[in-house]
């Protein structure tokens, strides 16, 4: 047992400063929480600041011809491939509008079209021009300021430096606060009556990533670990368009965003041709699934052998470097200039589909634990998320699982937490991150088959060993072991190929056995394992 050296308290304690976890942050204070955030970094670091295209949202008044909130539902339907549950989409889609407004009035603001009004772009999957942005391609940076200046104009505190490790819970098993390791491993205590996840995503699962450093699946490990179910882990998406910056590329990549293509830019290989002519019937704005997997089969039956990139010619946007500033200065960087030459891009990990099983208010089946943003399973993605729906996602489920604590506190329904006595940091097993990120992108990415599944298991077996999570390297790792772990269980179940999850093996859709979501918890040893289909069937 450890007694933690520091504790504090408050209504609501929010893991994660992106999108999710300030909306919600700022939602709670409004309604007269006492909320206080904890990061493991530094405010700004997380997948917002790094989305490039934009909100996807039909404002009233401004929007295509024809364009209606019904429409981007049926679009968020399809790009989800039969996976989604259309309750949670209508709701959260139906919710933009309103959380767009609010998050403009805390001071984001969105390029605006010469004609008035916001500018807006198209991207994969969507059916007319509805996606609005900031900054021409930095839409999550100019979220991100604006948000982290309302939290701090709004005293909401931020604790920086300070990893969750673990929720506290009573004996009844609600959760009534986090253990917390601070920025020199000093272990604490955190006590509320809610807890809110909003950790963010895993992209760290693998080699390459447009994901940060701090992605690493820590909330969804967390949430396991409290007794929370996960559903649709399997559904990892893969962005088709990563800066290729030469042969194994490590770590956080630069995205060339899916805009780029909404604004004209073509896939081509090394030869000229086309990549998406003849695969679908929006070509270069197919889903990301879709392109993501044509540019990997491209890629694969290239002359020669195996081809690790193919190329994206946008020469024919006339003011790229105005329009797309971030993707230009990344190009440049990497010695490309996208006015006078193809870019080279190849897919790489970039947004965690499933999640802690959630209801569009946060809610958790773990009374005091509420989850939002991209650690979150709403049932909004399905096996494919739609582009530009995820800052959506975390801006409209944020704000109402602010709400949904304060309702729940008003009813008295969350544990009261008690003085912590003492609090044991939790023993998990951690596999070596190199050997996991390695076997994960070879046999867990875009194309996987029942051999190459079970050699990621047989690897992690190898490399892992039960450590004391007592320090944020281990909380990480330990993360990924659970995640990736938790991914492969219901990858290798899922004998089919739908959106994200493509099996070489079984390279067809199978909607008579597998229209329907699978759930994961952890098992008394500590093993994600596949609920029981009758626990899966409570999930829609
Ligand atoms: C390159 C890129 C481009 C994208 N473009 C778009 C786009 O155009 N439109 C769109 O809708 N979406 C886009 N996305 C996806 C979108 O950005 C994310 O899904 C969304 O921002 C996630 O927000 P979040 O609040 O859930 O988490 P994040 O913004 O990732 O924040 C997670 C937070 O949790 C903290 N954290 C994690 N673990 C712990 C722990 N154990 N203890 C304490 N703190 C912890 C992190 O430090 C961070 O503060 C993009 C993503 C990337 C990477």
């Not at 300021?145 to 909401?156: I, N, T, W």
């Not at 994901?211 to 179910?229: C, I, S």
């Not at 790489?348 to 509420?370: I, K, P, Q, W």
């Not at 991150?433 to 029942?450: F, K, P, T």
């Amino acid at each position: 047992m450890t007694t933690p050296r520091w504790e504090a308290r408050a209504d609501l304690l929010v893991v994660g400063t992106g999108v999710a976890g300030l909306t919600a942050a700022l939602r709670a204070r409004e309604l007269g929480l006492r909320v206080l955030v904890v990061t493991k970094a530094a405010g700004e670091d997380g997948n917002t600041r790094w989305a490039q295209g934009g909100v996807a949202v039909v404002l009233p008044g401004e929007h295509d011809e024809g364009d209606t909130v019904d429409a981007h539902v049926r679009d968020t339907l399809v790009a989800g491939a039969g996976l989604c549950d259309e309750a949670a989409v209508e709701a959260i889609i139906a919710g933009g509008p309103a959380a767009v407004a609010r998050l403009r009035e805390r001071g984001a603001v969105f390029d605006a079209a010469p004609t008035g009004g916001l500018a807006r772009t198209r991207e994969g999957g969507h059916s007319a021009f509805r996606v609005v942005h900031a900054g021409g391609d930095a839409t999550g940076a100019e979220v991100e300021r604006a948000l982290l200046a309302a939290a701090s104009d709004g005293r909401v505190p931020v604790l920086e430096q300070h990893v969750a490790v673990d929720a506290v819970r009573t004996p009844l098993g609600q959760v009534c606060g986090l253990l917390v390791l601070d920025g020199n491993g000093v272990p604490g205590v955190l006590s509320a009556p809610a807890v809110l996840l909003a950790s963010g995503g895993l992209g760290q699962l693998y080699q390459a990533t447009s994901n940060p450093e701090v992605a690493t699946g820590d909330g969804l490990a967390l949430a396991l670990r409290a007794g929370a179910l996960a559903a649709d882990v399997e559904f990892v998406q893969f962005h088709p368009t990563v800066l290729y910056t030469g042969r194994g590329a490590r770590g956080r990549c630069p995205l060339v965003t899916e805009a780029v293509r909404g604004e004209g830019a073509v896939l081509v290989d090394a030869t000229g041709a086309r990549v998406m002519r003849g695969v679908h019937p929006l070509e270069d704005l197919a889903p990301r699934d879709v392109v993501a997997a044509a540019i990997t089969r491209h890629m694969a039956g290239a002359p020669g052998g195996v081809d690790d990139h193919v190329f994206l010619d946008a020469t024919g946007i006339s003011d790229f470097a105005r329009r797309f500033p971030t993707v230009h200065a990344a190009c440049l960087a990497a010695g490309v200039d996208p006015a006078g030459e193809p870019i080279p891009v190849a897919p790489a990990a970039h947004f965690a589909c499933g999640g802690v099983v959630s209801a569009v208010d946060g809610r958790t089946g773990v009374t005091g634990l509420y989850a939002a943003g991209e650690v979150a399973r709403t049932g909004l993605h399905g096996a494919n998320r739609l582009a530009s729906n995820s800052l959506l996602e975390g801006l409209v489920v944020g704000t109402r699982a602010a709400e949904a604590v304060a309702a729940d506190l008003a009813l008295g329904v969350l544990a009261k937490p008690s003085a912590s006595a003492a609090v044991e940091l939790p023993t998990a097993p951690v596999a070596d991150r190199d050997s996991l990120q390695r076997v994960m992108s070879r046999y867990a990415a875009i194309g996987r088959d029942a051999e190459g599944l079970a050699v990621v298991g047989s690897v992690l077996d190898l490399s892992t060993v039960d450590r004391k999570l007592d320090g944020r390297q281990l909380v990480e790792d330990a993360a990924l072991t659970v995640a990736a772990r938790a991914l492969i269980a219901a990858a290798a179940e899922r004998e089919e190929s739908r959106g994200c999850h493509v099996r070489t093996d079984f390279t067809e859709r199978d909607d008579a056995r597998w229209q329907r979501s699978q759930v994961v918890r952890l098992n008394p040893s500590g093993q994600p394992v596949l609920a029981d289909p009758v626990v899966a069937r409570g999930v829609a």
